[in-house]
């Protein structure tokens, strides 16, 4: 019984005393905030950057791009993160630095004929008043039009650069993550939806039933967002006070080099080395 | 030696278990209320009944809060699957009790229990790769209210037939000599007798499974299509309460996000409401107690 209960409180003793000498040990504390989709990504990045430098610690906290931009410029934050370009005003006193780039493609069942679409289709489409694929010189169906969830990026990335307002937007259907968007479409021959060109890029390669249109005449690919000829992609950026301090320099040269490029990748963003 | 479990310990352990358990759904309240003030305060209660619809985030504008369309298909989705469910899932209890061959009730009777336990995602995976196609060669887009009714009521067929068995049968081994004795056969003893008995913990067991549909998220978000608008039809796509919060709270900040927590208060509190109506319903408690 004795040696039980000891090796009990050595144990619970244990457990106490692990964490409480990590916690000491983290002497470089950095904050990130801004952009929820870029979010997910840095968080994964600061995992690994704090496997690999033991006396770091990373809080990333989401609030949107332009909280991003502000908390950065204010000295809020070591680091913002925005999935927008930085206005003009919003530049003095700050550096920016692309994390990665982002694309979104209009995407079909491969049965579909159609092939390309442009800016003035895709927007009515998605304002009701294009409903039939055959107003695109499709077959004779009705179309299958489905948005995304309000606040996801490419909700947000497809209205802005169609111009059309949120309330504005008409569809048939709403979807969420990426899985869901892509069973609905090869589900359904007269769906059309929009998802990151990643992802879809690496579908289309496994086999899945779907199609990329190509968006005013350019393909939509990998290639093409990052060397950014594709009209639909945005740069995910850092912003940083001009003068670096030395543990965000060390955070940044690490986010910024190609030993994440499996991360960005695997959150189907481009990397852009 | 002395006894670690006697009735002391037990009657500790049990009061702890029963504290903690009520002290968790207290504190899940706190936080929503908590978390909710935000838009309590910014947009005011009032607007999610009154605004024009439903775009929290409508870049500079002004976000609007109208959360009626999925008040209304929380309401249409978990009826219907219960209108489904119910009728099934009572049929199942009353088979596999009286009508069931010895060897086949011990199947049936499992069958069931595995339907219980199937997880939601495979459900919802299922409606998405098979029921939704085949409803849209019927009408509409596929993912629809009736989808979502037809996963749900699935879903939901194991706690209405789980519940109102156990009920059934401890009345009928209550009365089973009575009825015999009075010289009624198999369907009217079942009919009148045993099932009015056990009407009360029946009805708690369809409570529990509206509960359960009104709750569930995983499947609603695969295959209802989540437009925020009132169904026309059960082809209709629909967005529930618990959809909304599933796919937007990833998303959100500010009063957004508080009004995603204010909807998580507002569905506890239409199951805690649920759950008080199943007080309500006449009849005897869960033992048959009562005569007839």
Redo the contacts between chains.
């Keep these: 019984m004795s040696i039980k209960t000891f090796l009990f409180t050595f144990v619970v003793t244990l457990c106490c005393l692990l964490p409480s000498q990590e916690a000491n040990a983290a002497d470089k504390r950095l904050s990130l905030s801004g952009s929820?989709t870029i979010a997910p990504l840095i968080s994964e990045i600061a995992r690994r950057f704090e496997a690999e430098h033991k006396d770091f610690r990373i809080d990333v906290q989401?609030?949107?791009s332009s909280?991003g931009i502000a908390d950065a410029r204010r000295g809020l934050s070591d680091i913002g993160m925005s999935s927008r370009a930085l206005h003009d005003e919003e530049k003095a006193g700050v550096k920016t630095h692309i994390l990665a780039m982002d694309g979104i493609a209009f995407v079909v069942h491969a049965k579909n004929p159609i092939k390309n679409l442009s800016a003035a289709q895709a927007r009515q489409i998605y304002t009701g008043q294009i409903s039939n694929w055959k107003q695109l010189g499709g077959e004779d169906a009705e179309m299958?039009i489905i948005d995304r969830?309000?606040?996801?990026?490419e909700q947000?990335l497809m209205?802005?650069f169609l111009g059309i307002?949120?309330?504005e937007v008409k569809?048939?259907?709403?979807?969420?993550e990426n899985q869901?968007c892509l069973?609905?479409v090869t589900?359904?021959a007269h769906a059309i939806t929009y998802l990151s060109v990643g992802t879809s890029e690496y579908e289309v390669n496994r086999g899945t039933p779907i199609r990329l249109l190509d968006f005013e005449g350019i393909p939509a690919s990998v290639a093409t967002v990052k060397d950014q000829s594709f009209p639909l992609v945005r740069p995910l950026v850092l912003i940083t006070p001009e003068r670096l301090p030395e543990e965000v320099e060390e955070f940044l040269n690490y986010s910024l080099s190609n030993k994440v490029d499996d991360l960005i990748k695997g959150q189907a963003f481009v990397s852009t080395h | 030696m002395y006894r670690l479990i006697n009735d002391r310990s037990i009657a500790v352990a049990s009061t702890l278990a029963i504290g903690v358990a009520s002290v968790v759904v207290v504190l899940i309240m706190l936080f929503l209320g908590k978390e909710s003030l935000p838009a309590i305060s910014e947009i005011g209660l009032g607007r999610l009944f009154s605004d024009?619809?439903?775009?929290?985030?409508?870049?500079g504008?002004e976000g609007?809060f109208y959360i009626v369309p999925m008040l209304a298909g929380t309401l249409a989705v978990s009826t219907l699957a219960l209108a489904i469910a119910l009728p099934l899932g009572l049929l199942t209890a009353v088979y596999t009790e009286f009508y069931a061959p010895r060897g086949f009730r011990f199947i049936m009777e499992r069958a069931v229990e595995l339907l219980a336990g199937i997880p939601s995602v495979v459900l919802g995976m299922w409606g998405?790769?098979i029921l939704?196609?085949k409803i849209?060669q019927i009408d509409g887009?596929?993912?629809s209210v009736l989808a979502g009714a037809l996963v749900l009521g699935i879903m939901i067929i194991p706690t209405i037939a789980l519940s109102s068995r156990s009920a059934i049968q401890s009345v009928a081994e209550k009365h089973r000599m009575q009825t015999t004795a009075l010289g009624l056969g198999r369907s009217c003893s079942v009919l009148d007798v045993f099932i009015p008995l056990s009407r009360k913990s029946i009805g708690v067991g369809i409570i529990l499974a509206g509960a359960r549909a009104i709750g569930e998220t995983m499947v609603v978000?695969?295959v209802c299509?989540?437009?925020s608008v009132f169904p026309q039809s059960v082809f209709d796509?629909v967005?529930t309460l618990t959809a909304t919060i599933?796919?937007?709270m990833?998303?959100?900040?500010g009063a957004?996000r508080g009004s995603l927590f204010l909807i998580g208060l507002l569905l506890m509190l239409s199951v805690l409401t649920a759950l008080l109506l199943s007080k309500l319903i006449p009849g005897s408690s869960l033992r048959g107690e009562d005569t007839i």
């Design positions: 929820s989401t609030g949107g909280r299958t969830a309000k606040g996801r990026s947000e209205t802005k307002k949120s309330p569809a048939n259907l709403t979807c969420g869901q069973k609905l589900g359904n | 024009s619809s439903w775009n929290p985030e409508s870049q504008d609007l998405l790769l939704v196609p849209q887009h596929g993912a978000v695969m299509g989540n437009m796509p967005r599933a796919l937007e990833g998303y959100s900040y957004h």
